[in-house]
C-alpha cells in the first residue's frame, strides 16, 4: 500500500475500527501518545472503536521539546479529538539509565527498556492487557533500531510485557498517515507536524548525555524550528555535539575549493571526533562527519553556493567513503564550547531526502538566536547531506 491513488481513505478507517473491535472486544488497552500525528491517529481510531476503555498516556522522560508535555496534553483533550490524557513524570527514570552511554544503539536499546518499563507499570495498574503503538511501515523498513519495533524482531511482547501489541498504521507510510488524519478531523497543526524521534532527543544529543548538553540543545532546538517553519521542510531540528575542534583535512580542503572555484585559503575542512549513522552500500553504519567552511578575509563564514556545494558531496561520496555527514559552517565564537548542527530536509516518504537550500541570511540569523541563548554553544553547522548516505537522524 505505497501508492497514494490506490489508497482508500475512507474504508482504511473503517477496517482498522471493526478490526480494533474485534481484536480487544470488552479489554482495556493503553496508548502513548507523543502528540506525532503516528500514535495521535492510532488513539483516534483507538478510541472510535473501545472507547473510554483506552487509556491514553504521555511519558515525559526529559528528551522531549521545551514545554512539549503540557502543550500535547492540552492539544489532544481540546475538541475536536477530546482524548484524556494522563503525563507521567519519568524524567529521573531516564536521564539515570541514559547519561552512562556514548554509543548509539547503547542509548536506543536504554531507551526502549525504559520505555516499556514505564508502561509496563501503568498497564499493570490499570489492567490493560494491550498496548496501542503508532508504528508505521517506513518504521520497519528502517535501517536503525527502532524503540518500537518489537514483535518484528521476534520479542514476545507478553512474555516480556505483558501486554499484547496493536499496530494499526504498520502497512502506512507517513504521508497515506497524514491523509488518514485529516480524514478523522484532525487539525493541521497535528495532521501536518513534523515527525519526531521516539527517544526524542536523546538521539540528537550526539555521544555523551549531560544535563548541561541537553539543556543548549532543547533551547536550540526552539529556535531552529521557529526559524525554518516558514520553509515547510518535512523534518528540521538541530542536533549538539561536543566542543572539539575539528581535525584539518588538507587534501579535502584542497579539492573542494578547486570544486567551487575559489582560492585554498578562503576553504577549511575537517573532521569531528563524534561519528553519525548512516547508509553505505545499503548497509547501516556509523560514519565520520566532515566539516567544511567557506570564509572571507576577515575569517568570517559566507553563502554558499548550493549547486556547487552538491559537487563537493559527490566528491566525498567517491573519495571518503567511510562518511556519512557532510557539515557546512554557518557561525563561530572564538571562545570554546559544543557544535551545534542544523538539519532540514525534504521527502515524501522518508525513505530517501534531500537538503533543503534554506537561505543563508535565515541560517545567519537562527546562529545569531542560538548564541545569544545557548552561552555554550561555540559552532553552528548547517547538515548538506542527503540520505543516503545519511540518516535523517545522527543516532
Not at 346 to 358: G, L, Q, S, Y
Request: hydrophobic share 40%.
Amino acid at each position: 500500500m505505497s501508492r497514494m491513488e490506490d489508497f482508500d481513505v475512507s474504508a482504511f478507517i473503517d477496517l482498522q475500527i471493526q478490526t480494533i473491535k474485534e481484536s480487544l472486544g470488552e479489554e482495556k488497552a493503553l496508548v502513548a501518545v507523543s502528540g506525532g500525528v503516528d500514535s495521535t491517529v492510532s488513539a483516534v481510531l483507538t478510541r472510535r472503536a473501545i472507547g473510554d476503555n483506552l487509556l491514553c498516556v504521555f511519558i515525559d522522560d526529559n528528551f522531549m521539546r521545551l514545554g512539549e508535555a503540557e502543550q500535547v496534553k492540552i492539544m489532544l483533550s481540546s475538541e475536536p479529538l477530546s482524548l484524556p490524557v494522563e503525563v507521567l513524570n519519568e524524567r529521573q527514570r531516564f536521564m539515570d539509565a541514559l547519561s552512562d552511554f556514548n554509543d548509539a544503539d547503547d542509548k536506543r536499546e536504554a531507551f526502549s527498556e525504559k520505555f516499556y518499563q514505564a508502561l509496563r507499570e501503568k498497564a499493570e495498574l490499570e489492567g490493560c492487557n494491550y498496548l496501542v503503538q503508532g508504528t508505521i511501515k517506513a518504521d520497519i523498513d528502517e535501517t536503525k533500531n527502532r524503540h518500537n519495533i518489537l514483535e518484528q524482531i521476534g520479542i514476545d511482547t507478553v512474555e516480556k510485557y505483558g501486554f499484547k501489541i496493536i499496530e494499526p498504521l504498520k502497512t502506512l507510510y507517513k504521508h497515506q498517515v497524514r491523509a488518514v488524519a485529516r480524514e478523522i478531523g484532525m487539525p493541521p497543526e497535528l495532521s501536518e507536524r513534523q515527525p519526531f524521534p521516539g527517544p526524542g532527543l536523546s538521539i540528537r544529543v550526539v555521544g555523551q548525555i549531560t544535563p548541561e548538553k541537553l539543556d543548549e540543545l532543547k533551547k536550540a532546538t526552539f529556535i531552529v524550528e521557529e526559524q525554518l517553519d516558514p520553509y515547510s521542510p518535512s523534518q528540521y531540528f538541530a542536533a549538539i555535539f561536543s566542543g572539539e575542534t575539528p581535525k584539518e583535512l588538507k587534501v579535502l580542503r584542497r579539492d573542494a575549493a578547486k570544486i567551487l572555484g575559489m582560492s585554498e585559503n578562503r576553504v577549511r575542512a575537517g573532521i569531528l571526533g563524534e561519528k553519525a549513522t548512516g547508509i553505505i552500500n545499503d548497509k547501516r553504519v556509523y560514519g565520520t562527519i566532515l566539516t567544511i567552511a567557506l570564509i572571507d578575509s576577515g575569517d568570517h563564514s559566507i553563502q554558499p553556493d548550493y549547486e556547487k556545494i552538491k559537487g563537493i558531496s559527490g566528491y566525498i561520496g567517491d573519495n571518503y567513503p567511510e562518511a556519512t555527514r557532510l557539515l557546512l559552517l554557518v557561525d563561530k565564537k572564538e571562545t570554546p564550547g559544543f557544535i551545534v548542527s542544523i538539519r532540514a530536509v525534504k521527502t515524501r516518504d522518508f525513505r530517501t531526502v534531500e537538503v533543503m537550500p534554506i537561505p543563508w541570511t535565515t541560517l545567519k540569523e537562527a546562529a545569531i538566536k542560538i548564541f545569544d541563548s545557548c552561552p555554550n554553544v561555540s559552532r553552528i553547522y548547517y547538515d548538506i547531506t542527503p540520505k543516503p548516505p545519511a540518516t535523517i537522524e545522527y543516532e
